[in-house]
């Protein structure tokens, strides 16, 4: 009778163990942080990088999480704090001044910026051929792009810089 619980026991564990260890993998979706204006909003940037997202499997909710914080010039500070506080796997700038403010806050976590002019004058990176900070991106965005800045931020994740 006890050998009989024991396997029982035994065979339960090996089935529910997978099944425990696959939802605790999802409750840790990686997180894609944006900080961006309402001029990019207006221009599509946003809305192009979340379907370009959408269209790659990358579905809010499901396969990723993903955080966005649209910020006024007073709020810059206080709405880069907060997405660099939530540790994401990967942060994503609209413009050189949103850019700067995640920038000063962290220099482990990537950052991929969209339509941040002169790269190398705002000291983002020494080279554009090979950036030397935790930042890469594009000085402008086209919404076909979209598929080059996660491939460089999927890059990114994957070998961060040692």
């Known amino acids: 009778m006890r050998r009989r619980r024991f396997l029982t026991a035994l065979g339960s564990a090996a089935v529910i163990a997978p ?4 939802a605790q993998q999802r409750l840790k979706l990686p997180i894609v942080a944006m900080l961006a204006d309402d001029p990019a909003v207006k221009a599509g940037d946003v809305d192009a990088f979340q379907a370009k997202l959408h269209e790659l499997g990358w579905v809010d909710g ?5 955080e966005l914080r649209l910020s006024k010039v007073p709020d810059r500070s206080t ?8 540790a994401p796997d ?3 700038s ?3 001044l949103l850019t700067e403010s995640l920038a000063e806050r962290t220099k482990q976590i990537p950052i991929a910026f ?3 002019s002169n790269p190398l004058g705002s000291g983002f990176s020494g080279s554009l051929a090979k950036p030397s900070r935790n930042l890469t991106g594009f000085v402008s965005f086209d919404p076909a792009m979209g598929g080059k ?3 460089l931020m999927k890059i990114e ?3 961060p810089q040692r």
């Open 62 to 66: 499901s396969t990723i999480r993903f």
């Open 90 to 92: 990967v942060l994503v």
């Open 114 to 116: 969209i339509n941040a």
């Open 19 to 22: 099944v425990l260890s696959s």
């Open 157 to 159: 994740v994957e070998h």
């Open 94 to 96: 609209v413009g050189v």
């Open 149 to 151: 800045v996660l491939q």
């Open 79 to 86: 709405h880069a704090t907060e997405l660099v506080n939530l």
